[in-house]
């Protein structure tokens, strides 16, 4: 159904962007890059014969306009994406998954065993973007952000259960565990860095 990718980077540089009344120099190099990625999109999606109500590269200017034109449209959660790809950091592959919907059945035994439910995979990976944007109208693309100084959180929880989860559950919460372990070493370099990257941005499409 979608490959599933995370980056990490600061959500509020992507917000100060999409809402800037002036944009700087670097927000103007960064919005060209988007754009660039916008038709990137919408090229590969004529590829595979899809043709959207609101292409990716008008739904990235509507959303620098303020004003969307369409309440359920995916081209708006594209657009959103190639903004968030200008600031955050390469992005690190979680696999090809056939069911985006299996991560759900995976929640409900990771809480059964004492996950909370906001650490749970479906929770974190599909909470949504940080603002509010038109429905894309299906299940993929999809995008969820966390808390990079969660991500320990995260590890505790997964490591405590692991041993009593159903063999597939396991190996869907190991992909997982083993990205949020990095994350949170690299939450520990950020800070003491003194950087700004808090945001671990997850992307099905």
């Known amino acids: 159904m979608g490959n599933l990718e995370m980056s990490t980077g600061d959500m509020r540089a992507v917000i100060r962007l999409l809402t800037a009344v002036e944009r700087t120099p670097e927000q103007e190099r960064r919005l060209g890059l988007a754009r660039e990625r916008c038709a990137q999109a919408d090229a590969r999606l004529e590829e595979q014969g899809i043709t959207l109500d609101v292409p990716v590269v008008r739904a990235l200017e509507e959303l620098l306009e303020g004003s ?24 690190y592959d979680l696999g ?11 929640d409900e035994e990771m809480t059964r065993h004492g996950v909370p439910a906001d650490l749970a995979p479906a ?12 429905h894309p109208g299906d299940a993929v693309p999809c995008m969820g952000t966390f808390p ?5 959180e995260v590890v505790a929880a997964y490591e405590a259960v692991l041993d009593r989860l159903d063999p597939e ?11 949020m372990r990095v994350e949170a070493e690299e939450w ?18």
Do not use: C, N
């Not at 969307?68 to 992005?91: E, I, K, N």
């Not at 056939?98 to 995976?106: A, I, L, M, Q, Y």
């Not at 974190?124 to 944007?133: A, C, T």
């Not at 559950?169 to 990205?179: F, I, Q, S, Y």
């Open 68 to 91: 969307p034109g369409a309440d359920m449209q995916p081209g708006y959660t594209y657009a959103f994406q190639a903004l968030v790809a200008g600031h955050f950091s390469d992005t």
């Open 96 to 106: 090809y998954w056939r069911r985006p919907s299996w991560f759900h059945t995976v």
């Open 148 to 152: 990079a100084s969660r991500a320990a």
């Open 169 to 179: 559950v396991r190996e869907t919460a190991e992909v997982l565990l083993g990205a």
């Open 188 to 205: 520990e370099s950020t800070k003491r860095a003194g950087r700004t990257e808090d945001t671990i941005f997850f992307w099905l499409h």
């Open 123 to 134: 929770a974190i990976l599909f909470d949504g973007p940080p603002i509010r944007l038109p």
